[in-house]
């Protein structure tokens, strides 16, 4: 069945430290790939997305993800985390022609500690 | 740009009633798709409208329904309003062709169902 898995539920970190967070897809065919932020209470931002061509990203706020097209994974980084980094991370999947019907995983709460 | 825009913020409905939901895509888009986010969960598609008609729809029962207007707002109605009901309801728009676009979501509308 295809899915959307991201392993980690809850992540801590340091204010300066670096941050990854992990996402894994199954799907039969590449997808085009996203991350989302959400902070408390509010909407879904797009963070950067992956359609093809270079396999590392840049994003917003610092962001970068990586393709690995071996291993199904569009795992998200950032070299120093920032206090306003504490958030929910979203990974989603959406197929070539699905007209934009994105799926997401279950999330990843980041939590920054000073 | 306002961007998208959901109403009402926070709705109260009592198990059984029908509640409707509205949305705004951001200036431009012509696509609207309607998501349900449980708490602690990732969002999950229910269905997009484009030209006025529901061009694809997730696996959510009858009881939710929708209708895009000729200005590309969006209505997303829920009869029979159960507990389970109760979640984030997210909008977002987009443009029908892929690309370098992507989905803009709004703030989301909190329906407590008791």
């Known amino acids: 069945a295809q899915s959307v898995t991201q392993p980690d539920i809850h992540i801590t970190v340091s204010e300066g430290a670096s941050l990854e967070l992990r996402c894994n897809y199954s799907?039969?065919?590449?997808?085009?790939l996203f991350w989302y932020v959400q902070s408390p209470g509010q909407g879904l931002q797009l963070l950067l997305k992956?359609?093809?061509?270079?396999?590392l990203v840049q994003g917003i706020k610092g962001f970068e993800a990586e393709f690995k097209r071996s291993q199904s994974s569009f795992n998200l980084r950032k070299p120093s985390v920032h206090w306003s980094d504490a958030a929910e991370y979203f990974c989603?999947?959406?197929?070539?022609?699905?007209?934009?019907?994105?799926?997401f995983g279950a999330g990843t709460q980041v939590v920054v500690t000073p | 740009d306002a961007g998208v825009t959901q109403s009402p913020t926070h709705l109260i409905k009592t198990r059984g009633q029908q509640v409707t939901l509205r949305c705004s895509p951001k200036?431009?888009?012509?696509?609207v798709s309607w998501y349900q986010q449980a708490l602690g969960q990732g969002p999950q598609f229910i269905f997009q409208?484009?030209?006025?008609?529901?061009?694809q729809r997730g696996n959510f029962p009858d009881r939710f329904s929708g209708h895009q207007f000729p200005n590309y707002s969006s209505e997303l109605n829920v009869n029979a309003l159960l507990l389970g009901d109760s979640a984030l309801y997210l909008c977002?728009?987009?443009?029908?062709?892929?690309?370098?676009?992507?989905?803009?979501f709004g703030q989301g509308t909190r329906l407590t169902v008791v």
């Open positions: 977002a728009s987009s443009l029908s062709r892929w690309g370098n676009t992507e989905a803009f």
């Open positions: 799907y039969g065919a590449t997808p085009y």
């Open positions: 992956y359609f093809s061509g270079d396999t």
């Open positions: 989603a999947v959406a197929l070539t022609d699905s007209w934009g019907k994105l799926q």
């Open positions: 200036s431009g888009h012509d696509t």
């Open positions: 409208y484009y030209e006025e008609e529901e061009r």
